[in-house]
């Protein structure tokens, strides 16, 4: 399985300013996803994110409040921008991974608070 | 029970005993399913994983059953110990339509007492 960190591990952000988390695989990986995970819930897919392309992003998801970067194979950066608290969350990155590449790992993940 | 909000399913057991975890899925093209594990503060870990064309797959200690007819997947862990306390979530994909994602479910929480 890949190796995935993630910073921040955590983030306390003002009303209005923007985050920026970055996210590191051990190895080079073609699919890289975000995910939102809200306190006490389940995970949401942000966006898919393809080196060399556009992220794909899910239904109520939108580039501008979102942007991500996919530079290279093992590093990519999404960007949650314009905050307010209703974005408080947890936001993991994952990776598609093992012999069928159908596995997702995750990382730790980057906790966010907005003020 | 169903969950709401920030209300998870919990399941409490007493160390040493077998526990089960149950998970409904949305998708009856689904053919992938995975159980993750999820302690507070961490990522969700992969625990095991099972196709469509399988009812059963056993590993270290846990077994995933899947039962198609009905949509549904269970999660056993025998002998459960305190480490196993965390948060449960299953989830499914449809490989065959040529997308990557994975939905997940809602979690259950699982509590060992000692």
């Known amino acids: 399985s890949a190796v995935i960190s993630q910073k921040p591990s955590r983030d306390i952000c003002q009303r209005g300013t923007s985050l920026t988390i970055q996210c590191q695989v051990d190895?080079?990986?073609?699919?890289m996803f975000w995910y939102r995970q809200q306190p006490g819930q389940s995970l949401t897919l942000i966006a898919t994110a393809n080196q060399g392309s556009e992220a794909t992003y899910e239904s109520g998801f939108v580039i501008d409040k979102f942007p991500i970067s996919r530079p290279n194979l093992t590093f990519s950066t999404l960007t949650v921008s314009n905050m307010s608290p209703e974005d408080s969350s947890i936001y993991l990155c994952?990776?598609?991974?093992?012999?069928?590449?159908?596995?997702?790992?995750f990382g730790p993940g980057t906790r966010l608070t907005v003020l | 029970g169903e969950s709401v909000g920030l209300h998870l399913p919990t399941l409490s057991v007493q160390e040493g005993d077998n526990s089960i975890i149950n998970c409904a899925y949305s998708n009856s093209a689904s053919d992938y399913f995975i159980w993750y594990k999820q302690e507070s503060g961490k990522g969700p870990q992969f625990i095991i994983d099972i196709r469509s064309n399988m009812d059963k797959r056993q590993g270290q200690r846990v077994t995933v059953l899947l039962n198609k007819t009905v949509k549904h997947l269970s999660l056993q862990i025998a002998a459960t110990q305190p480490g196993d306390s965390a948060v449960y979530f299953c989830a499914e994909k449809e490989t065959g339509a040529g997308s990557y994602q994975l939905t997940f479910g809602k979690g259950t929480k699982l509590s060992v007492i000692p």
């Open positions: 190895s080079q990986v073609t699919m």
């Open positions: 994952s990776v598609d991974s093992g012999p069928s590449y159908n596995e997702q790992f």
